[in-house]
C-alpha cells in the first residue's frame, strides 16, 4: 500500500485467506473488497496490514467483503492515529 500527498491509497497487493470459498466465490470477494475500500474516505497508508474478520454461518460474500473492507479501514486509520 502506498499514499501520495493527496491522500490517495494504491493498494499493490491484497491478499485474502478467506477458508471454505469456491475459487469463484473467492475471486468475487476479492473484487468486492476492492470495490468497498474505493469508495472508502482512506485518510492514511501503511506497507501493510492485517486484519481477522471471524467466521460466521450464513454471511453472503457480499457482507463479508463489506466487513473486510471495514476492518482494513479501520487498520490504516490506527495507523494514522499513531
Not at 19 to 42: F, N, T, W
Not at 74 to 81: G, S, T, Y
Request: glycine share 4%; no cysteine.
Amino acid at each position: 500500500m502506498t499514499a501520495d500527498r493527496t491522500g490517495t491509497v494504491t493498494i499493490d497487493r491484497l491478499a485474502l485467506h478467506a477458508g471454505v470459498m469456491s475459487v469463484a466465490e473467492a475471486r468475487r470477494l476479492g473484487e468486492l473488497v476492492a470495490i468497498v475500500l474505493a469508495q472508502l474516505p482512506i485518510q492514511a497508508a501503511r506497507d501493510s496490514a492485517t486484519v481477522n474478520v471471524p467466521a460466521q454461518e450464513g454471511r453472503s460474500v457480499e457482507q463479508l467483503a463489506v466487513e473486510v473492507a471495514d476492518a482494513i479501514a479501520a487498520a490504516l486509520r490506527v495507523e494514522a492515529a499513531s
